[in-house]
């Protein structure tokens, strides 16, 4: 069993739409949450960082973690056709031998279509 | 733009050979991150550098090493490369814990 599952989709949805992706992860180690965006053979651009559970909202975007599920979530409100990217979500512990190691999710291959 | 730089964008080479990628960080970054993604295994960690000195290992291969120096700028040597080396490699750089900005990648192809 991997860490951190993701679902990879394919997700489509229509322009306007309200995008719900989602992580869990099975090491309660982790404390730190971040979501990237991907787009393609294109580096992971950092969208949203949070520490320990919480809800962090930034533009359209609203990253929540619920440390008590090990779950987290990205939520995307008014989709753009300018979304469309792969999101991956990271995750990493504190301290000890696996100090700044981020753990990916596989991603989720989002389309926003006009 | 992430201000994370990575030379070269794309590498052709042949099996058994060794290359070299480089990587500068962010201004006033002192850790340095690579990453490997690949179809199949997806996004995962190398190894870390902190102002020099390395700081945490992942499934980094016996083959692959990586220094960083004085600069901070790092760099990441594959050797005796196989076809399934081919893959995307990233750096990341941070100032602190968890923040990581990437860079634009180097598209590694073995044939």
């Known amino acids: 069993q991997k860490e951190v599952e993701q679902d990879p989709g394919p997700l489509s949805v229509p322009e306007g739409a309200i995008v719900s992706l989602n992580c869990t992860y099975s090491n309660s180690a982790f404390q730190y949450f971040m979501w990237y965006r991907q787009y393609s053979r294109k580096g992971p651009e950092l969208l949203m960082y949070t520490y320990s559970s919480g809800n962090k909202e930034d533009g359209r975007f609203t990253a929540q973690v619920d440390k008590s599920s090990k779950y987290i979530s990205l939520f995307i409100r008014d989709s753009q056709p300018s979304d469309s990217a792969t999101y991956l979500c990271?995750?990493?512990?504190?301290?000890?031998?696996?100090?700044?190691?981020?753990?990916f999710g596989q991603g989720t291959i989002l389309t926003v279509h006009p | 733009d992430s201000g994370v730089t990575q030379t070269p964008k794309h590498l052709i080479t042949a099996t058994g050979q060794r290359v070299t990628l480089r990587c500068s960080p962010r201004?006033?970054?002192?850790?340095v991150y690579w990453y490997q993604q690949s179809l199949d295994q997806g996004l995962q960690f190398l190894i870390q550098?902190?102002?020099?000195?390395?700081?945490a290992k992942g499934n980094i291969l016996e083959r692959f090493s990586a220094q960083q120096f004085p600069d901070l700028h790092s760099e990441l040597n594959l050797s005796s490369l196989e076809l399934g080396d081919s893959a995307l490699y990233f750096c990341?750089?941070?100032?602190?814990?968890?923040?990581?900005?990437f860079g634009p990648g180097t598209r590694l192809t073995v044939t």
């Open positions: 201004s006033g970054d002192l850790s």
């Open positions: 990271a995750m990493s512990a504190r301290g000890g031998t696996s100090y700044g190691k981020l753990t």
């Open positions: 990341a750089s941070s100032e602190r814990d968890g923040e990581q900005y």
């Open positions: 550098y902190y102002n020099g000195e390395e700081r």
